[in-house]
């Protein structure tokens, strides 16, 4: 769909600084509703649980709008904590995401690090404290960075974590 | 038990809290309130953060909306579009329990930015759900420390309604929410004026004095008729709070205890 409708805005001083968000009367009732353009990213890179052999990904925890996110966009890519023979997911209404909307699927253990991965392993806090400080000094971010991302490689991932 | 203005602050804003309430939770402030309500005389309240976690009931107070904690604890756990379509559009909930940077008299909050936003001081963490939730949910209760920088007389950015710039707007706007009808300090708390919609102090809390008050506000605050003294916590209360938070520290390390990296 081309918009998203809400009734926040109305009010507010969001709508003088931010051309997109624009306003329409509802046809049937006139109520007057804040509306909002539709995303839809060039591409969309999401962390899952797990994927099959033939790529369907198994999305469990808090799922936010990743779903969304790859079904908004042209192309997606998912890495995962393992690739399983069985996605086993229990119940009728678990949320997966088939291979065909998928345009990779990678295993990255460890790969939502510095967050979480639901059932796999718990968030680094201590990292989310340290990052308030590195993030706000240049230098630090920049040192940090090649220290542990442009040196680094998706294998490492794993060592950060402690997997089950 | 000796307190601090604080936990007085978080004690006065979770009794404002009752087991029939559906209450949507900022982090922060509000979620220390709201726990602690269901912690002691409220343990059926329902508790729904904009992450999508129904009826959670955290053991420590998350670092963020999306802890894994608010899941592991909740009955279910739905998307961020079904918590805002049918939950909290569909006026499911109760109650909005929010903070921010800056409040004006009639309620209004800022949380976007300090200064001009084209050019800010200080760029904040911005609206996420609070503009859709000040509007959506039935009634909104703000906690926030009370000094001349967060009470103003003029909020640099509207990022929430309250009542409207002049008190008025949101009625004028046909919104049916009742907006903002509590703000709980660590000096007072406050309610609106039923006709001009104007906050005044309904209770001043232990030990606090008018002058204290009206140092700490932007605006020329007034004192209700028939203002009370806010009611001391309870060794129960503070003792519930206490362990609370030392449960969070143990869990996110001691600068989450202390609201460091608590935000929107």
Same mark, same amino acid.
């Given at each position: 769909m081309p918009c998203a409708l809400f009734r926040g805005y109305r009010g507010t001083d969001l709508p003088r600084v931010n051309p997109r968000i624009r306003f329409i009367a509802c046809p049937f009732t006139g109520e007057e509703l804040a509306c909002i353009p539709a995303l839809r990213p060039d591409v969309a890179i999401i962390h899952a649980q797990k994927a099959d052999r033939a790529g369907n990904v198994l999305l469990d925890g808090i799922i936010g709008v990743q779903k969304e996110a790859v079904l908004a966009a042209r192309r997606a890519i998912a890495t995962v904590e393992e690739i399983v023979d069985e996605l086993s997911p229990g119940h009728a209404n678990a949320v997966i995401l088939p291979g065909w909307t998928l345009s990779a699927v990678a295993a990255v253990p460890g790969g939502a690090h510095p967050s979480y991965a639901h059932g796999y392993y718990s968030r680094d806090n201590s990292f989310y404290m340290e990052w308030d400080e590195i993030s706000r000094d240049r230098d630090r971010f920049l040192a940090w960075m090649g220290e542990n991302v442009l040196a680094r490689a998706p294998e490492d991932f794993a060592a950060r974590v402690r997997l089950p | 038990m000796t307190y601090t203005p604080s936990e007085m602050m978080t004690v006065a804003a979770a009794r404002a809290l009752g087991n029939r309430d559906v209450c949507f939770v900022g982090i922060g402030l509000p979620s220390a309130a709201c726990n602690l309500a269901r912690l002691s005389h409220a343990p059926q309240i329902t508790l729904i953060y904009e992450s999508g976690t129904l009826e959670t009931r955290p053991e420590v107070l998350p670092l963020s909306i999306g802890d894994g904690e608010l899941c592991e604890t909740a009955l279910t756990t739905v998307s961020v579009p079904e918590v805002f379509r049918y939950w909290l559009q569909g006026g499911r909930i109760s109650i909005g329990f929010l903070g921010g940077a800056q409040v004006d008299r009639f309620g209004n909050l800022n949380s976007t930015v300090i200064g001009p936003y084209s050019r800010p001081k200080v760029r904040l963490p911005g609206s996420g #759900?609070?503009? @859709? =939730? #000040? /509007?959506?949910? #039935? *009634? =909104? +209760? =703000? &906690?926030?420390? *009370?000094?001349?920088? /967060? +009470? &103003? @007389?003029?909020i640099d950015f509207v990022t929430t309604l309250g009542h409207g710039r002049t008190g008025r707007e949101r009625r004028a706007l046909g919104i049916p929410t009742k907006g903002p009808v509590l703000i709980v300090t660590d000096l007072c708390t406050m309610r609106p004026d039923p006709e001009t919609n104007e906050f005044l102090v309904a209770s001043l809390n232990p030990g606090v004095t008018r002058d204290e008050v009206r140092r700490n506000t932007g605006w020329e605050i007034r004192f209700a008729e028939g203002m009370e003294e806010t009611t001391t916590p309870s060794a129960m209360e503070l003792e519930i709070l206490r362990d609370l938070q030392a449960r969070t520290a143990r869990a996110h390390g001691s600068a989450a205890a202390k609201g460091k990296v608590e935000r929107n």
């Amino acid at each position: 769909m081309p918009c998203a409708l809400f009734r926040g805005y109305r009010g507010t001083d969001l709508p003088r600084v931010n051309p997109r968000i624009r306003f329409i009367a509802c046809p049937f009732t006139g109520e007057e509703l804040a509306c909002i353009p539709a995303l839809r990213p060039d591409v969309a890179i999401i962390h899952a649980q797990k994927a099959d052999r033939a790529g369907n990904v198994l999305l469990d925890g808090i799922i936010g709008v990743q779903k969304e996110a790859v079904l908004a966009a042209r192309r997606a890519i998912a890495t995962v904590e393992e690739i399983v023979d069985e996605l086993s997911p229990g119940h009728a209404n678990a949320v997966i995401l088939p291979g065909w909307t998928l345009s990779a699927v990678a295993a990255v253990p460890g790969g939502a690090h510095p967050s979480y991965a639901h059932g796999y392993y718990s968030r680094d806090n201590s990292f989310y404290m340290e990052w308030d400080e590195i993030s706000r000094d240049r230098d630090r971010f920049l040192a940090w960075m090649g220290e542990n991302v442009l040196a680094r490689a998706p294998e490492d991932f794993a060592a950060r974590v402690r997997l089950p | 038990m000796t307190y601090t203005p604080s936990e007085m602050m978080t004690v006065a804003a979770a009794r404002a809290l009752g087991n029939r309430d559906v209450c949507f939770v900022g982090i922060g402030l509000p979620s220390a309130a709201c726990n602690l309500a269901r912690l002691s005389h409220a343990p059926q309240i329902t508790l729904i953060y904009e992450s999508g976690t129904l009826e959670t009931r955290p053991e420590v107070l998350p670092l963020s909306i999306g802890d894994g904690e608010l899941c592991e604890t909740a009955l279910t756990t739905v998307s961020v579009p079904e918590v805002f379509r049918y939950w909290l559009q569909g006026g499911r909930i109760s109650i909005g329990f929010l903070g921010g940077a800056q409040v004006d008299r009639f309620g209004n909050l800022n949380s976007t930015v300090i200064g001009p936003y084209s050019r800010p001081k200080v760029r904040l963490p911005g609206s996420g #759900g609070a503009s @859709e =939730i #000040g /509007t959506s949910c #039935g *009634q =909104i +209760f =703000i &906690v926030m420390p *009370q000094n001349p920088r /967060t +009470f &103003v @007389e003029t909020i640099d950015f509207v990022t929430t309604l309250g009542h409207g710039r002049t008190g008025r707007e949101r009625r004028a706007l046909g919104i049916p929410t009742k907006g903002p009808v509590l703000i709980v300090t660590d000096l007072c708390t406050m309610r609106p004026d039923p006709e001009t919609n104007e906050f005044l102090v309904a209770s001043l809390n232990p030990g606090v004095t008018r002058d204290e008050v009206r140092r700490n506000t932007g605006w020329e605050i007034r004192f209700a008729e028939g203002m009370e003294e806010t009611t001391t916590p309870s060794a129960m209360e503070l003792e519930i709070l206490r362990d609370l938070q030392a449960r969070t520290a143990r869990a996110h390390g001691s600068a989450a205890a202390k609201g460091k990296v608590e935000r929107n």
